[in-house]
């Protein structure tokens, strides 16, 4: 009689519990302070590695308008607020918003691509030479992920396990 007492009575605490934290989760929709700063660390990087190619690869004023295309492509989509929280969705629905993004995502990949070789196209040999190499140092680089270099690479394939400022790896 004690047992069931208190299990109704934790889990009545656990239900009261996630109800208040999904309210207050719900009330704080505001993105963290330091994601603005990360984008905007981003931004800077991407607009510096754009300078940099245009001072390696030596552009002619024919290819400046390439340029601007490429730029105009790898600038980032802007983010769009979701009409409705996932927890009001059916599973139909669910499945639909995911397909409209990736359908989204790969419409962005396309347009970034298209832009690429067009540019590509129109660079001198010796500047194809030049972008090949700068690609293939890269490892294909934010230029050909849409932004995701090495460093975000190897976190997701946790190989930053054994660097000094990462986490210990994990106990076989």
């Known amino acids: 009689m004690i047992r ?11 239900l009261a519990l996630s109800a208040a934290a999904l309210a207050v989760a719900q009330e704080t929709q505001q993105p963290p302070p330091w ?12 607009e510096q590695a754009l300078t940099d190619l245009r001072q ?12 601007q295309a490429l730029q105009a492509a790898l600038r980032p989509p802007a983010r769009e607020p979701q009409p409705q929280p ?6 139909p629905q669910l ?9 989204a995502v790969k419409a962005q990949m396309d347009r970034r ?14 500047q194809q030479k030049t972008f090949d190499s700068l690609v ?14 090495m460093g975000m690479r190897h976190m997701r394939m946790g190989a ?7 986490p210990p790896p994990p106990p076989r």
Not at 35 to 46: D, G, I, K, L, S
Not at 86 to 91: A, D, F, K
Not at 113 to 126: H, T
Not at 136 to 149: A, C, D, F, K, Q
Request: net charge positive.
């Open 4 to 14: 069931s007492r208190l299990l109704i009575g934790g889990a009545a605490a656990a």
């Open 35 to 46: 994601r603005a700063e990360m984008r905007q660390r981003m931004q800077a990087r991407r």
């Open 56 to 67: 390696v690869l030596r552009l002619r004023p024919d290819q400046e308008a390439a340029f």
């Open 86 to 91: 996932p927890g009001e969705l059916t599973t």
């Open 95 to 103: 499945i639909a918003r995911r397909a409209e993004r990736f359908a």
């Open 113 to 126: 691509d298209q832009a690429i070789l067009a540019f590509y196209g129109r660079l001198s040999p010796e």
């Open 136 to 149: 293939r140092l890269r490892r294909g680089g934010p230029l050909l992920e849409g932004g995701m270099g």
């Open 160 to 166: 930053w396990r054994g660097r000094p400022d990462g």
